[in-house]
């Protein structure tokens, strides 16, 4: 169906993108979202109730856009929903689209487009990056074309330095330049600057040199794919993943949820992992993925799913990546994060891994698993920053306390263990020389996984069983808290 034409259609465009929002698409989520609403604004707008998705969308846009700030307060709460949700975020870029004034004359933008025919530029993404700013919206795709650049960022709100990122972006594009073309650009971005009122902003940034042309820097990209169970269909799975390539910071975007067997979210994962190296993560240096997993699915040989698998030789996802586990209930358990963060801090300022000689690594012995004992330890000797299991997690309760609970409500970030309840020692001797590097772990154990014989088939071989958890408190995907309303003040009566 296509969006009607008129004095609303831009209204209509919002609404398309409104429907891909994930806590609107639930009557029950578009009820919280307008009690949510209404605490941000002091009054309850009259909305009009439709069965139909669409027209309930429709109602509540209008009711917003009587008020001055409706639509900015929607979105608002829309994004403490949903935090760092990509479809939020194309709602926010479609609104600030419709709000925004033409940047640009037909004459300054032909302008432009004529310098641009004539300059070669390899990176156009990296340099559209920057000149936004970490605070705005990806592209839908990303930009190869400086006339693509252009046509993104003419559309963005100027920055919070008050310079528009189009004019960033010119200047960190002239900088790269010599010689006559560099001092046209320069040109242009000057008469601009004029128009707009921001000389004294352009003349500050061209003096910044370490900002205008910043240091070349290796961009790691990386996918987090979130992976529970599906209510209390045992054998049905959601799939939600992140993606994040930023170069400046960690900035994920959430994708759609997935949900089907083990076997389709496998397959989904390759899909993913393939989108990534053929569009948003190409240029990057290097891919992690890193899986975000409940407790009863830590022992997914996720690092085995293969790649490529209609082909006469897949190859296993943890052979060509670095794969890591990560920790869903610590990243829901807020009172577990302060030592988290500290042990995580602890192993990143140490450089030998060791601390006056003694080893950072905690072995649980096979033997006998007195878990008592185990957390004496763990809370004594704060050095301790990871932990090599005597034996898998079992597939036990939530209630359940094993090595790995302990590990993280001690705050441990590493762990490590072999997924074959079997022989220890041939494990202990293929990862005890890893642990004398913590920080290049988890590409020891990448490596590890293509030592081993048979790595398309390593059944029985150390590599293809060795599980990495590695949970980075600083790169955070689920949201740090549930959105609640704010507390009004009762008048005395």
Known sequence: MR???GPDASLWVL?????QVHVLRDPNGRMLCLDLLADELGFTPQVQAFPSLRMHLFSIV?????????LVTLL?????MDPRSTTVRRACQVFENMRAADLLSHRERERLLDLFSHTTCTTVAELCRTAAGPAAAEPAVEPEELADALAHLEQLNARSDGLPPLVVFVEHLARRLDGPHADQLRDWNDQLARKLDVVDQLRSLRGRDAEVDPPEVDVEACLVLRIE???????TFVLTDWRQSHPTGWYPQRGDDFKGSLAEIEARVADLVEEAEAHWARNADSIRVEFLLPHDLLNLPVDQWKLEASTDLPQPLGLRYQVVLRSLERART??????WRQRWARLRSSRDHSVNGVPMTHWCSGKARDLGALERVLVLREELVSLVLSAPPPPAPATTVDEVVIGLRSGLPVMIWHRDDGSRRPFDAAIRP???????????VRLLRGRAPGTVRSTGRIGGHVSLLWDDPDRPVEPVELPTAPCKEVPAP
């Open 62 to 70: 209008l009711a917003c856009r009587q008020h001055r700030d409706g």
């Open 15 to 19: 609404v398309d993108a409104l429907e």
């Open 229 to 235: 169970r599906h209510g209390f269909d045992r054998d």
């Open 434 to 444: 890893l642990l004398k590097g913590l920080g290049e772990l988890p590409e020891g």
């Open 334 to 339: 807020h009172h577990w994060h302060r030592r």
């Open 3 to 5: 969006s009607p034409t």
């Open 76 to 80: 608002k709460v829309l994004d403490q």
